[in-house]
């Protein structure tokens, strides 16, 4: 794989970025501070604006590894950071990245995440060189399933009580695509 870091990506209404100090009162105003976004991930909503500019402090540092890989969702039309994406687990050897991803509730059914989510898969699988992309959800969170299929991942199981997030332990829907999935897929759904 060629590591090459948290590139700028721009979609019709998004630009994917990394992560800037000035992001902390629309990250803990827009999602990190809500305990419905937060209920099905593993990190609590934040309590203070001073835990966001320290949690945001730790992304910046991070952004300077190339193979750091996670990007603040900016909305064009208002030039806020409404969400994050990225992958916080990768195995080299195996050359398989996990995306996760968290979007405020009030940018929740508009499509938004999956216009996220295709330009990475198409970032990590032609210019990264990763071969497996996988993420999971909660079980009682379809919402997130649903953004994983459109994106052109596929189920391959739930996992029992495998996951742990705010609400405990819990089952774990897992999703993956591969490099020929993508590569034999019409290459459409992929534009960013």
Known sequence: MKHLGTKTIETERLILRKFELTDVEDMYNNFANDDNVTRYITWPAHKSIEETKNVVQGYVNDSERDNYYHWCIVLKETNEVIGSIGAPRMFDDLKLFEIGYVIGKRFWNKGIMTEAMKPLLKFFFEEVGVNRIEARH??????????????????????????????????????????????RMNKKIFKA
Do not use: F, H, W
């Open 138 to 183: 909660d079980t009682k969170n379809p919402g997130s399933g649903k953004v994983m299929v459109k994106s052109g991942m596929q189920i391959e199981g739930i996992l029992r009580q495998a996951g742990k997030n705010n609400t405990g332990i819990c089952d774990s829907a897992i999703y993956s695509i591969l490099k020929e999935d993508y590569e």
